[in-house]
């Protein structure tokens, strides 16, 4: 059996990526309690129902290895300067396989005790506040790759955000991935808090600085405390060759705003987890995303909203363009607890299809416990609508540019929820490149 | 010679509609085609547009000595071809503006034209605008979307004006308006007549004709013209009903 032979020899070769980092006693802790569950857990198969439509053989029969030391020095500003949103004035913090690059970063001072730095640095530093948060929310108990990044990760964001602190900069998190070598495995763990009534808008950007494989482990967890809100926007663009599992997990208290744009335009193989616990009364929640697959990319996105208390909204709008032998997923669960009267939960995904051999698996999952409530979910996949086709080409325009303009119309229609002008023209224009690569196939 | 079709015969889905029509239209002419429902007007005309689902089984098709019948929709469009459809589609998500003017630099290229500039464009939208009263905050919007059953009509001219095409078929443009949106909508053709294009006007009643007068009037019954005949004839039919062609038959 290969296959079982490649899976453990690829487990054992992770859990002897194990070191300790340096940070303070209560993480290593927590760091080895995570490496001995992924070791119990191993990988999940097709055999698990989060897994069931996405195969990890492509991912598991790679040499992945760590990536060498280096300091990046190398790497100057202009080089990075065309991953950052353009118009916008941002704090970025900018992660070359995993490792921050203070001199790459830019965080403007501030006094108002705002706190924007590497998580290897704020271990030692902030660690009241770390040890209060950190893997409180992700949990690792039955997610095997959480409990991998929990164990592995040295390095991410570490976000604060004291009370009331209306933060004027976008937080910009710049993760570039396969730097230098190819095939070579790397975990991202960012940390954010937003304390009461204070409000952020952050960027979160995962891109290839060149056509080398990578694989990476990013995961988040976010509290969104009483009264705060958050804009999150996350960004995922890497080459054809890159294997990204991405684990969101965001914890809102009462009376919070989260808003969250899920943009996957790249990656060979691409896999969100996006979880919303709504731990208090009248939280609201937005989540938008588009995933545009091409050839054989394949790009799953697991949602999960809790609405673990009464008087919440929740609202859910993700779509999906898939061409030639690319494959999408998307499982959008929604629990309403007992308790959760008054709740409002909507969730809609919209899917076409550009090709015959493309593969879209969508599934609402939604368990409703309480009575007073309003829910309701669609899905659908099709073809660009003929007759809309038709009234474009009746007008003189060409088949192909006709499906081009329906098939960004379609897009549009998600990307009009994008209310920050800069942001919004960023993912527009990459959207619109990564829909030129597909024109003529379909 | 216009366009010229011979013994056109066309089935949709195994079901045979037009049974061998013939009909010449010249530069500066408008022909009404009158006919009771499933008579094959809307056949004809999605035919004569390149529409998906249409089996052509016999005859031909020419428009200035080419073969129409062998040309994508697109090609027929830049060869000066509308189609002001009866039930204009919604497509949300894109604008009229963007739309229209990707469509009229389509047609130039493919005649050889340079492309319009934005301001160039804004200019024509707006002088055409006023042919059929149609406001500026709906082609803001997205194609057709919300838009009334009259105000759809009127954007299907609009169009037009802004394509300039040599031959205009207009299919069923009256089926759902009130006299007020008909007006309009006859003004703006009427406007557009010149020596030049040329316009098939199909409809069931004879009501737009007295606005849009045509100098040739054909009955379509069962996937044929059965009688052809000035102006005069769309009268008698308004008199007499479809009843008396097809009893004379």
Request: charged letters at 25%.
């Amino acid at each position: 059996m290969d296959t079982q032979i490649q899976n453990i020899s690829l487990k054992d070769k992770f859990l002897g990526f194990f070191h300790e980092d340096g940070g303070p006693k209560f993480i290593d802790t927590i760091r080895r309690e995570a490496l001995h569950r992924f070791e119990e857990l191993g990988f999940p198969t097709l055999k698990h129902e989060d897994w069931k439509y996405t195969s990890l053989a492509g991912l598991l029969k790679m040499d992945w290895q760590e990536y060498p030391e280096n300091d990046y020095s190398e790497i100057k500003q202009v080089d990075i300067q065309h991953f950052l949103v353009p118009g916008l004035c941002c704090d970025y913090l900018i992660f070359v396989n995993g490792k921050y690059v203070k001199h790459l970063s830019k965080v403007h001072e501030n006094t108002n005790g705002v706190i924007i730095e590497s998580f290897a640095d704020a271990q030692n530093l902030d660690n009241d506040i770390i040890e209060k948060h950190f893997s409180k929310y992700a949990h690792y108990q039955n997610n095997a790759f959480v409990a991998l990044n929990t164990a592995l990760a040295f390095d991410g964001a570490f976000v604060y955000l004291p009370k009331g602190v209306q933060h004027t900069h976008t937080i910009q998190l710049v993760n570039i991935t396969g730097y230098g070598q190819a095939e070579c495995f790397s975990n991202t763990r960012n940390l954010i808090i937003i304390e009461e009534g204070a409000k952020a808008e952050i960027v979160e950007n995962t891109i290839s600085f060149s056509a080398l494989a990578s694989f990476n482990t990013i995961v988040s967890e976010l509290v969104v405390s009483k009264k705060a809100q958050l804009n999150y926007y996350k960004s995922q663009s890497e080459n054809e060759s890159a294997y990204q599992v991405n684990f969101t997990q965001i914890d809102q208290e009462k009376d919070s705003l989260c808003n969250t744009y899920t943009s996957c335009l790249g990656g060979k193989f691409l896999r969100n987890d996006l979880n919303f616990l709504l731990n208090d009364s009248h939280c609201e929640s937005h989540m938008f995303g588009l995933y545009i697959g091409n050839k054989q990319q394949l790009i799953d996105n697991h949602t999960f909203v809790d609405h673990a208390n009464p008087d919440c909204f929740s609202n859910e709008f993700y779509k999906g363009i898939i061409a030639n032998q690319a494959v999408a997923v998307f499982n959008g669960k929604i629990i309403v607890r007992p308790d959760a009267q008054k709740t409002n939960a909507y969730q809609s995904n919209k899917n076409i299809l550009l090709s015959d051999e493309g593969r879209i698996n969508t599934k609402p999952q939604l368990e409703i416990f309480a009575d007073d409530v309003k829910c309701s979910h669609g899905a659908t996949t099709g073809q660009l609508d003929d007759e809309a086709l038709f009234y474009l080409r009746s007008r003189g325009i060409g088949e192909e540019k006709a499906r081009a303009m329906l098939t960004l119309a379609f897009a549009e229609d998600v990307l009009e929820n994008i209310k920050q002008p800069e942001i919004k023209v960023w993912i527009e224009e990459q959207v619109e490149a990564k829909l030129k690569t597909i024109a003529g196939n379909g | 010679m216009l366009i010229e079709i011979k013994n056109l015969q066309a089935r949709v889905e195994e079901k045979e509609i037009l049974k061998g029509i013939n009909l010449t239209v010249n530069p500066g002419e408008v022909h009404a085609i009158m006919g009771p429902n499933g008579s094959g007007k809307s056949t004809l005309a999605s035919v004569l547009t390149g529409r998906n689902g249409y089996e052509v089984t016999g005859g031909e098709v020419l428009y200035k000595a080419q073969d129409l019948l062998d040309m994508a929709p697109e090609k027929r469009a830049q060869a000066g071809i509308f189609l002001a459809f009866q039930y204009p589609v919604e497509i949300p998500g894109v604008s009229t503006t963007t739309f229209l003017r990707t469509a009229v630099n389509e047609i130039r290229k493919a005649r050889g034209e340079n492309e319009m500039d934005a301001s160039a464009f804004l200019s024509m939208m707006k002088e055409k605008m006023k042919l059929v009263e149609i406001d500026q905050k709906l082609l803001s919007r997205s194609l057709n979307e919300g838009f009334s059953g009259g105000e759809k009509k009127r954007n299907e001219i609009f169009q037009m004006a802004m394509l300039e095409p040599e031959l205009a078929i207009l299919d069923e443009t009256d089926s759902g308006l009130d006299i007020d949106a008909l007006r309009i909508v006859a003004n703006g053709v009427n406007s557009l007549r010149s020596p030049k294009n040329a316009f098939i006007v199909i409809t069931h009643y004879q009501r737009l004709l007295d606005y849009i007068i045509p100098d040739f009037v054909h009955v379509l019954y069962m996937g044929r013209i059965v009688k052809s005949g000035g102006k005069e004839l769309a009268y008698e039919l308004e008199e007499k009903g479809y009843d008396w062609i097809t009893r004379e038959l």
